[in-house]
């Protein structure tokens, strides 16, 4: 979250609801998994600690923020780290499948042939996406993230479909 906040900011001054427009024309939503009422504690954290600045404190509570060169370190930190370091994707499913053998057959099927529908929907869906984003103001490699979501999506629907023929084949779990 802090890079995406210190990204958001890059391109100048903003208050909150600024940031939180800015991530939606990226489609941050989509693929970062943002709370977009963090983004408030978050500008809030990164001016105490100096990565930011407040150049307006307006009325009704509405206050804009600005990078301090601190926080375009510190994005340029991250933002080259994040480039370089391949982490572990925490995903649910992939705990739930460790216990897969504490499910019944019927069970599994159904969870699999459901996760199935959902996955096909997902991907046909962001197939459809492509390009809407530029509309809005997003530079064309935001579609980037799309690519990779729907990669990662077509992925895991191979592996689902596959389980099934196991499972109904009895040779899972």
Do not use: C
């Not at 926080?71 to 992939?94: C, N, Y």
């Amino acid at each position: 979250m802090r890079i995406l906040i210190l990204g958001a900011l890059l391109d100048g001054p903003m208050n909150g609801y600024g940031v939180r427009r800015r991530l939606e024309t990226m489609g941050a939503d989509n693929w970062a998994n943002v709370a977009f009422g963090s983004i408030y504690h978050g500008l809030g954290k990164m001016a105490d600690e100096g990565l930011l600045e407040i150049v307006e404190a307006g009325k009704g509570g509405k206050v804009v923020y600005a990078l301090t060169e601190t926080g375009r370190a510190d994005f340029h930190r991250m933002l080259v780290t994040a480039w370089h370091e391949v982490k572990p994707i925490v995903d649910p499913f992939q705990v739930a499948l460790t216990f897969m053998d504490r499910l019944e057959k019927q069970e599994i099927l159904d969870a699999l042939y459901g996760r199935m529908t959902q996955l096909k929907t997902s991907v046909e869906t962001i197939g459809h996406i492509f390009g809407a984003k530029q509309r809005y103001g997003a530079p064309q490699h935001v579609d980037e993230n799309l690519r990779l979501t729907r990669a990662m999506l077509q992925a895991q629907l191979d592996w689902v479909e596959k389980a099934i023929k196991q499972v109904e084949a009895d040779e899972l779990p």
